[in-house]
């Protein structure tokens, strides 16, 4: 199909890129730092090649989460973000804008949230994961009370929070030892970010702010599959719930979140997605440049769903989300 609108493409500015090294075996490497950098170039024709009209460009991972110093972490954003803006300028028909944001610091990420939105034009933010803050062991996760602020300030700006994976410390991470090949993509994005999903609903957050939206990647990171179990578990023993949140965390999950297609081009996975869901919910996405433009399109163009759903997540969801106008 034309005209689709990807939101999990990422970019790296020269401070960032070497975050993105260790994904690929090092003779891949000068392709995919050429992809990070590469804007108008390759990217567009890419775009071109496979029916995508526009793509909502990120910062690479993990970047400004990485960085303890929050004042490091801080200038870092805001040079991506300038730089972001300056390249959307250029061409605002295929190109928008998630923030990056040094959530080490709520008050500043609050405020360089709505310095994005307002003075920018950016249409919601991209954050990976947990951010180290002071120290490089010191990780902390977005359901701390220390974020009461900046999530009502998210809400009130009708901003998309896309939580984005990153790999756990090594510290905190002893079930991967010895099998660092189940590192990143292949399963432990997934598990990090999942977990980090279900303390967000657990919190009582999405009852304080029933209109927040997060958006995950790669189908869900595995949720739409396991989010029945999550509430479910031992039901003929009753016991109190033994989180803040009101409600089942499945309600919070098909109201307050959107999941993308990026990285998980499988049409199996998709029709489950659907079944949890719905297709209101769900958004194509690529996840370039760390998966290929043409593996996501020639999927998602031939996946049997109905015409009016690939419509829906191919292009029409993301408009009505973001407020694009197409
Ligand atoms: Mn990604």
Not at 32 to 42: E, N, P, T, V, Y
Not at 64 to 79: F, M
Not at 294 to 323: C, M, Y
Request: glycine share 6%; hydrophobic share 40%.
């Amino acid at each position: 199909m034309n005209g689709k609108i990807g939101l999990e493409e990422h970019f790296a500015i020269p401070e960032t890129l070497q975050d993105s090294a260790g994904f690929v075996p090092p003779d891949y490497w000068a392709v995919l730092s050429k992809r990070l950098l590469d804007i108008h170039d390759d990217r567009l024709r890419q775009m071109d090649d496979n029916g995508m009209e526009m793509m909502i460009l990120s910062l690479n991972a993990p970047a400004v989460q990485a960085i303890p110093d929050r004042d490091k972490a801080c200038e870092i954003a805001r040079r991506a973000n300038d730089f972001l803006a300056e390249q959307v300028a250029r061409r605002p028909d295929r190109f928008q804008a998630f923030a990056a944001l040094p959530m080490q610091d709520p008050d500043r990420a609050t405020a360089e949230l709505q310095r994005c939105m307002k003075e920018l034009g950016f249409k919601g933010a991209l954050v990976n994961g947990f951010s180290q803050v002071d120290t490089a062991e010191n990780a902390v996760y977005y359901d701390a009370p220390q974020y009461a602020d900046f999530w009502a300030t998210a809400e009130q700006l009708d901003a998309p929070f896309y939580l984005h994976p990153r790999n756990p410390l090594a510290s905190w991470a002893q079930i991967y030892e010895g099998h660092p090949w189940l590192l990143g993509p292949t399963w432990a994005f997934g598990q990090e970010t999942a977990v980090h999903a279900l303390r967000l609903m657990a919190s009582g957050l999405f009852d304080r702010h029933p209109k927040l939206q997060i958006i995950l990647g790669h189908m869900g990171e595995g949720l739409p599959y396991s989010i029945w179990r999550v509430d479910n578990r031992n039901a003929w023993v009753k016991v109190p719930k033994a989180y803040p949140a009101k409600r089942p965390l499945g309600d919070y999950f098909r109201e307050n979140f959107h999941l993308t297609t990026s990285g998980n081009f499988r049409t199996q996975t998709l029709i489950d997605a659907l079944l949890e869901v719905g297709a209101d919910r769900l958004l194509f996405s690529t996840d370039w440049p760390f998966e290929n433009v043409d593996h996501a399109a020639t999927w998602f163009d031939a996946a049997s769903i109905s015409e009016a759903d690939r419509v829906k997540i191919g292009r029409g969801n993301a408009n009505r989300l973001f407020k694009l106008g197409l």
